[in-house]
């Protein structure tokens, strides 16, 4: 069922949002050659610690660390480990918090050190996905508006998206209806109504769009070894448009 926000809600969600924002961005600063993904989630507990906030992912599905750090070819739901990160990885750092009771959840992809001009590009083309997906979040447009923006923008590039992973709606779950898909057709799926919570997650693939389990049980790859980006907002669907949630930094610029 999906669920639709009042304005407390709104409220609390609103700083959930910013408090995840600017942990997100003091990892980022703290990612270059050298230092393990184990060290990175160090810090995320203790900037949880910090802002006095909980953490969303530490035992969800069993998950056991409080960040995903996912690298190269990885997609989404790496664990941390002793992985030495080097010039040329990109890493997505993926967490989610909880605040008064509601969840936000972010991610975003990252050059380590000096990285090809082909990963420049996937990064590049990631994030714009992610943007111009947020611009079709209004009342009245459709989860397939979303995903078809999306697919269309990534795909005429020449890359793909990763299709056996979504977006989803949040609030006092982490995971909500709607299920909001990479790709669709306009005009298709549930439509917005303002006060919608949701998370808008582009997965790109430099290769194939099919997938694998890592060797961790958590993580997803690209099966064909293919380097991967992800991006990813909470978004309130308003009035008239929708306000990004997890931006009171510019982390994705």
Do not use: W
């Not at 909500?176 to 949701?198: A, C, F, S, V």
């Not at 694998?212 to 980006?229: P, Q, R, V």
């Amino acid at each position: 069922m999906i669920t639709i926000k009042d304005q407390k809600e709104i409220e609390i969600m609103r700083q959930a949002g910013k408090i995840l924002a600017q942990i997100i961005r003091e990892l980022k600063e703290n990612v270059r050659p050298g230092i393990t993904t184990n060290d990175l989630d160090k810090l995320a507990q203790e900037l949880i610690f910090k802002y006095k906030v909980k953490p969303a992912f530490l035992g969800y599905g069993g998950f056991p660390n409080v960040l995903c750090t996912s690298v190269n070819e990885t997609i989404v739901h790496q664990t941390p480990s002793d992985y030495i990160l080097k010039n040329g990885d990109i890493l997505s750092l993926d967490m989610g918090v909880i605040y008064k009771g509601y969840y936000s959840d972010m991610a975003i992809t990252v050059p380590v050190g000096e990285i090809s001009d082909e990963a420049k590009v996937l990064l590049r083309i990631t994030k714009k996905a992610l943007n111009i997906a947020i611009k079709k979040v209004r009342p009245g447009n459709t989860i397939g508006d979303i995903g078809n923006t999306i697919q269309r923008y990534v795909e005429k590039r020449g890359l793909n998206v990763v299709k056996e992973l979504c977006g989803h709606g949040i609030g006092k779950e982490l995971h909500e209806d709607p299920e909001i898909l990479n790709y669709g057709r306009r005009k298709q799926g549930e439509t917005l109504y303002k006060g919608m919570t949701l998370c808008l997650e582009p997965m790109v693939s430099m290769g194939e769009s099919k997938i694998k389990k890592s060797k961790d049980g958590f993580g997803f790859k690209t099966i064909d070894g293919s380097l991967s980006a992800h991006y990813e907002h909470t978004i309130l669907v308003t009035e008239h448009g929708s306000e990004v949630l997890t931006s009171n930094t510019n982390v994705l610029e």
